[in-house]
């Protein structure tokens, strides 16, 4: 946090609500600029649009650092049947024991 101040950046710390995973997540992509942005994207692209992007390595193919997942996305992710996020699965994770 204090980097970021230095930086000149204001970033508020949030704290999701304890039962925030048992609602449906926000699609941005869909909802950003109201839907116009994903059709823009799939006249160039190929798919739907969307760019996955890896879990543990950056666009240069670099190691990332500091990658944490979120608990409440494996508790979805285990009371949810079909909640996969492709990020995870494409990194072959799975919920911790």
Known sequence: MHLCRHAGLALTPSTPEPLAWMTAP????????AGWYGRYRRWFHSGDGRHYR????D???N????????????ARWQSVPGYRPRTLTDARLIPPE
């Open 63 to 74: 190691l990332s650092v500091g990658v944490s997942i979120d608990p409440s996305v494996w």
């Open 26 to 33: 926000t699609d941005s992509f869909n909802d950003f600029m």
């Open 54 to 57: 890896r879990l543990d390595r």
């Open 59 to 61: 666009g240069e193919g």
